[in-house]
């Protein structure tokens, strides 16, 4: 009677898991691609995949079919942070008021070349 | 919580943007019904992407040879592609892919009802890509310019990858309307067939389409659905005339004082018919799509399992 009882809650588990393993979302990864040598990864968009091997594999039949790219990089969007459009003002506009910054800041007087 | 002030003002701020055509980005305030109207649009234009490969897919096995099947194969892979490109684009406002995937099961989500009708012969492949994909051009190359920065995105690239889509489409119907006389019947045939679902695809005539005036305000949209209807109209019957095709339209008729062509009355009852799901496939495609959900289960739980699998492995090597 226990045997079929204990047997009887493994099934259910074991059922329950498959459940879980078949309806489980794979997760949202982030895509970008460096198009040739010498320039950066771009990003371009996202997709989702078990893991980061389906992801690259994923990610060259979604966004290199013409030939966009050399190499991908794949992150898993849960692990990108980003600065929140709220804080624009205090993080950008400090900036601003520094055009000494700039090289157009300075006089240099007419005939100086190579500057 | 918000209070209704900062609302009104934050509205104000928002419509001030998109006047002056600066991108809003995913994570900039949008009004509610903003989001909701992107998600509502994108996630449908990714549907009509997905079950937009079904009447071409039927024919993949019977193009007529190996260049029109490489072609046939390109371009199916690319709607795939382009419903990715848009699912993704929905998933930065906040939406699931998946969810998005129950509703078009459940008959909650719409997609293009052109879809809806069979493809019949391989002068179809030809239609479907030279009137179905070029009235879809019509309407993406104008949402280029939308408001919303990953959907104006996923449209640039949609629009490059799908010029080719329409001119194998006017090359398939050139050879049939240039070959035996039975070739030249089932070409013109199949314009007969698509011509008028085709200037359906811009949906309900102005009058009666009520989510224009609020998309134009917001530049999700930049022309009304009568707009893009005339210039489908405007630029595709000078293509039939060139390889000798009729548009099956008695009131057809060149209007130089307006500089475009005056058509017949569309059956707008057999739009609202099909949209309405009794179609001659709607029931099939959905059918198909579900089945492909259902009968991919067993592959996604794999790929968990294989997934949980690596990681644990990964682990126990670090510990």
């Given at each position: 009677m226990h045997t079929r009882k204990k047997e009887k809650r493994e099934n259910l588990e074991e059922h329950h898991k498959k459940y879980i393993m078949a309806n489980k979302e794979w997760p949202l990864w982030e895509v970008f691609i460096?198009?040739?040598?010498g320039l950066s990864h771009k990003h371009v968009g996202s997709l989702r995949a078990s893991d980061e091997v389906m992801a690259i594999e994923n990610a060259r039949d979604v966004y290199t079919r013409r030939s966009e790219g050399i190499s991908i990089w794949v992150i898993e969007s849960s692990n990108v942070f980003a600065s929140s459009p709220d804080n624009a003002d205090s993080l950008?506009?400090?900036?601003?008021?520094?055009?000494?910054?700039?090289?157009?800041f300075y006089d240099v007087p007419d005939g100086i070349e190579h500057m | 919580m918000k209070k209704e002030q900062d609302i009104s003002e934050l509205e104000r701020k928002f419509q001030e943007k998109i006047d002056q055509d600066i991108k809003i980005e995913p994570k900039d305030w949008m009004p509610d019904n903003y989001r909701k109207t992107l998600i509502r649009q994108i996630s449908q234009h990714a549907h009509s992407e997905v079950v937009g490969m079904l009447p071409e897919g039927n024919w993949i096995t019977r193009a007529p040879n190996l260049r029109r099947k490489a072609v046939l194969l390109a371009k199916v892979q690319d709607e795939a592609g382009h419903g990715l490109y848009l699912y993704s684009a929905t998933e930065t406002l906040g939406a699931d892919r998946e969810d998005c995937i129950d509703d078009l099961h459940s008959g909650k989500a719409k997609y293009s009802s052109i879809f809806n009708y069979p493809t019949l012969t391989w002068a179809d492949m030809g239609a479907v890509g030279w009137l179905v994909d070029g009235a879809a051009i019509m309407n993406q190359v104008p949402l280029c310019?939308?408001?919303y920065g990953p959907y104006a995105r996923a449209m640039v690239k949609v629009c490059k990858e799908e010029s080719f889509h329409q001119r194998q489409g006017y090359e398939i119907m050139m050879a049939l309307a240039a070959g035996s006389v039975e070739q030249k019947e089932m070409a013109q045939d199949a314009l007969n067939r698509f011509w008028w679902p085709s200037l359906m695809m811009?949906?309900?005539p102005d009058e009666d389409s009520k989510h224009t005036k609020q998309s134009m305000d917001w530049r999700i949209?930049?022309?009304s659905n009568d707009e893009l209807r005339q210039m489908m109209v405007d630029i595709t019957v000078p293509q039939a005339e060139a390889i000798g095709l009729t548009i099956p339209d008695a009131d057809l008729k060149w209007n130089e004082e307006k500089g475009g062509y005056d058509y017949g009355e569309i059956d707008w009852d057999e739009f609202w018919n099909v949209v309405k799901g009794?179609?001659?496939?709607n029931k099939d495609r959905i059918d198909t799509r579900r089945k492909a959900k259902e009968n991919g289960a067993w592959v996604r739980e794999a790929a968990n399992a294989h997934a949980e699998k690596r990681k644990a492995r990964k682990l126990r090597r670090a510990s």
């Open positions: 460096r198009s040739k040598q950008y506009d400090p900036a601003n008021s520094k055009v000494y910054r700039h090289p157009t | 310019r939308c408001s811009f949906g309900p949209k930049r022309h009794n179609g001659p496939c």
